[in-house]
């Protein structure tokens, strides 16, 4: 490219060698003039102006000459660039005249580049069967479904488009063109078609779905026939020990089944969600109680701190709420050390809709390293391993879909053998509350 560019340079100062040559005649014949009407030492300042006003000409031409150039093969760059993205690039100004439609677009949407450019969109554009997909794309809110991914006035809007004919998974990115004076000049939107990528998701899903449903009925089965067995009054000592590990274990592996289940859902947004008015405090109290008899077969103690008012009324899925509330509590315990404890606190942040809690330990920690994946699916701590080999990790996941689904936001605070904090919100204004299931990516 440098090479490229001083060839470039090379012929912009032949060009403007040409225009000094063509400028020469006239300067000499100004020249003659000057020698022949004014005095000597006149006309020899004169000729020296005229030389110098020559050299700061040519110097000027050659550097704008230079400059178009460069800003023309730059241009070329960016346009080769834009063009062979991956990614659908649909660029427009303020009355929505499309002005840039790349090769991408042009595959995603089976539109021309030609036939596009110079096009002005509106909503009624969508009921052109021609370029419904792409009036769309420019007007989320006419899609069939759309599913915004970023928050109100965020620089980068983020929204995930679903079409059914033909089908398309696409991510869009708008974002403003604003000019120096922070005058809007147009949009952008980069398009990313994620068709192949939701069609193998969705198989991985429905695969775990399947097989999750095949395992629960035996699993369940075996569990109901160990406990039945444990009953038996005339059972061995031996026997009976075998039959409560064997008991134990079935539990243990149902649980990751219907984990895999409950994500399985989530991801298809079929998790469902029963909303009703209940009082947090009270219904803490309730989860922390039930916690109590887990806690001391660990030896952990466990604190709950009340707000003030002691009553705070919200709506929330009971059921759900605490399975994720639970899913945090039960880490804090299985991860702690002994005689450690879990102190939970409840309060209703000033001057905003949303009550806090923080469920804290004085359990392993996390690492560093470790703490951005907390909410991944599958995700478990390589120290955590070492003290529980068994678990799905998928636990954290769900808990953070759940609290999101309500409104809410999560985070974690840890510092590795210190312990450990999750944070998470929920508002005590309903209008808050997602109006319905998204599928909350990791």
Do not use: C
């Amino acid at each position: 490219m440098n090479h490229f560019l001083k060839k470039v340079k090379t012929y912009a100062t032949l060009s403007e060698m040409t225009s000094f040559w063509i400028f020469l005649p006239i300067v000499l014949v100004l020249l003659n003039i000057t020698f022949l009407n004014l005095p000597a030492k006149l006309a020899y300042l004169s000729t020296g102006l005229f030389f110098l006003l020559l050299i700061i000409l040519f110097v000027n031409n050659l550097r704008l000459a230079r400059s178009h150039l460069e800003i023309k093969v730059e241009r070329n760059e960016l346009s080769s660039i834009i063009n062979n993205l991956r990614d659908g690039i649909i660029a427009y100004d303020t009355d929505f005249k499309v002005l840039v439609f790349n090769k991408a677009a042009e595959g995603i949407f089976d539109l021309s580049a030609p036939s596009i450019i110079g096009t002005v969109f509106s909503p009624d554009s969508s009921k052109s069967s021609r370029s419904v997909l792409l009036a769309q794309t420019m007007f989320p809110s006419l899609a069939p479904m759309a599913t915004m991914r970023s928050e109100p006035g965020a620089p980068i809007q983020v929204v995930d488009l679903s079409f059914d004919e033909p089908k398309l998974e696409l991510r869009v990115s708008s974002v403003k063109i604003m000019d120096p004076a922070n005058k809007l000049l147009g949009f952008l939107k980069i398009v990313n078609d994620r068709t192949r990528e939701i069609e193998i998701l969705k198989s991985k899903s429905e695969f775990i779905t399947v097989a999750a449903h095949q395992l629960r009925t035996p699993l369940s089965a075996i569990a109901w026939t160990l406990e039945t067995l444990l009953t038996d009054q005339g059972l061995s000592a031996q026997s009976r020990e075998f039959a409560t590990n064997g008991r134990k274990a079935s539990e243990k592996v149902l649980k990751i089944v219907n984990d895999l289940l409950d994500v399985s859902k989530i991801e298809e947004g079929r998790f469902g969600y029963k909303f009703e008015n209940i009082e947090i405090v009270g219904f803490m109290e309730n989860i922390l109680a039930e916690a109590a008899t887990f806690a001391a077969k660990y030896g952990i103690g466990i604190y709950f701190e009340k707000p003030e008012p002691a009553a705070i009324p919200l709506v929330a899925d009971p059921s759900r709420l605490s399975m994720a509330v639970n899913n945090i509590i039960d880490n804090a315990i299985k991860y702690n050390v002994k005689n450690g404890q879990v102190r939970i606190k409840l309060e209703a942040l000033d001057k905003s809709p949303y009550v806090q809690i923080s469920i804290s330990d004085t359990g392993v920690g996390i690492s560093k390293e470790n703490i951005d994946n907390m909410f991944k699916k599958f995700f478990r701590g390589d120290n955590v391993v070492r003290i529980e080999t068994e678990g799905s990790g998928l636990g954290m996941y769900i808990a953070k879909n759940i609290i999101l689904r309500h409104g809410g936001a999560i985070r974690v605070e840890s510092e590795l053998n210190r312990g450990t904090t999750f944070y998470f919100t929920l508002p005590t204004d309903p209008s808050l509350i997602r109006a319905k299931e998204t599928v909350v990516e990791e």
